[in-house]
RNA sequence: GUGGGCGUAGCUCAGUUGGCAGAGCUCCGGAUUGUGAUUCCGGCGGUCGUGGGUUCAAGCCCCAUCGUCCACCCCA
């Protein structure tokens, strides 16, 4: 046998026990961002490498060392998308959807970062996006947010996670606390944890997480970023909570989020969870008012979020979550004995697919002996077998048996789908 | 990139101080001719992740390597 070629690491299989819970996530999203009045759009996997290097930070860790970069053939430098919402701006201001309207779109598909996984984190993962562009007031945040609520709602995982809420102001007043907060921590470098010291020169916001007891104790006196908040961020930020509020959306305010992607100002936000391990975010997104600008546009506001498809499906399976509904199996399982009867299951099968289309009808196809056959029945989990041999034929008849009570009886062939329709 | 756990049949896993490679499930066949879930009998299925080393003898001990899981970092 020639030696077996295995998936590259962190890029997974979905199976087809996992693909019926992935349809049932995908399905509910699709229905619910399509009541908001959101339209689905599309766009290619691979960008040009800039445009991620301008979208999401040239400091950031993504860009730095998580891309899949690689070049084209012309040299051209091209890169697996780390993230969806360069692409969604790149692809929408392409094509002017951007210039002087207002658009709400959703995506979903792969993404790729390249990173050592873990529970909920692999190296290609799976994100739903929601975005909007050109309102820059507080009431397209609170739809995001509401709508978002209404998934896990439907999902069942309302009180499952919870919403933190954080307002990180404009960039300028980010910059000039960033400024204040490393003039502070500079004073105490030498009680900072290693990745602390580190994230003074890279990424100093990332410092108020950190879990380091003595970071943490440096912290308290630290000066704090609700100080460097000027009125427009803090009343756009009012505004919000007072919407949530009014729809009885509850949130803490974690004045410690920050966000990881360089796009982000005024509002940021995640939808967490305690029972994923490590990775606690499932949905997370905020306003990025600069970054269509950023990647070459006309100055546009918009706000937008993205859920990690993986940790949604797990979190879903870990709290038992998902409907009998969403669960695939046969309604009707059809088994033949003979050749004659063979090509007449054919023909009643598909009568019954053509009055009947939401049935799942498995009929039988390799051989095998009946008993073999009627095991397979009974593993589809179908809830009626139709049989017919040699002398069903010769009489017009089936065999109908209900697989839960064992009961069977025959109808005459023309009378068979009327009957099984009025029974599923 | 760093740290720790785990790699034995398709799946879940036993395997004693180093001494003939095992179970359950699945799959296939049988227990009266054309009837499933329970039961009984039989069968298929393995380079013990891979490569070295120690030993009369290695699934077990040592080294390396790959994979996987969890955590750090970072993030959905």
Known sequence: MARKIQAIRGMNDILPDQSSVWLYLEKTVADVVKSYGYQQIRFPIVENTDLFKRGVGETTDIVEKEMYTFNDRNGESLTLRPEGTASCVRAADQAGLLFNQTQRLWYMGPM???????????????????????????????????????????????????????????????????????????????????????????????????????????????????????????SHFERLQTILKANGISYVINRRLVRGLDYYGKTVFEWVTSHLGAQA????????????????????PAVGFAMGIERLVLLLETLDLIPQSAKFSADVFVVSIGDDAEVASFVLAEKLREVSPNLVI???????????????????EARFTLILGQDEIDQGICQVKDMSTGEQQSHPLHDVVAYLNSKL
Not at 284 to 291: C, E, K, M, S, T
Not at 362 to 372: P, Q
Request: aromatic residues 8%; charged residues 30%; glycine residues 10%.
């Open 362 to 380: 498995l009929r039988h196809c390799g051989g095998g002996s009946f008993k073999n056959q009627m095991k397979k029945a009974d593993k589809s």
């Open 112 to 234: 790729f970062r390249y990173e050592r996984p873990q529970k909920g984190r692999y190296r290609q993962f799976h994100q739903i996006g929601v975005e909007s562009f050109g309102m820059g007031t507080a009431d397209i945040d609170a739809e995001l947010i509401i709508l978002s609520a209404r998934l896990w709602q439907k999902l069942g995982l309302l009180g499952q996670v919870e919403l933190q809420l954080n307002t990180i102001g404009l960039a300028s007043e980010r910059e000039a606390y960033k400024a204040a907060l490393v003039d502070y921590l500079t004073q105490f470098k030498d009680q900072l944890d290693e990745d602390s010291q580190r994230r003074l020169g890279t990424n100093p916001l990332r410092i108020l997480d950190s879990k380091d007891e003595a970071t943490q104790s440096v912290l308290k006196e630290a000066p704090s970023l609700e100080d460097f908040i000027g009125e427009e961020s803090q």
């Open 281 to 300: 975010t499932v949905c997370a997104g905020g306003r990025y008012d600069g970054l269509v600008e950023q990647l070459g546009g006309k100055p546009t």
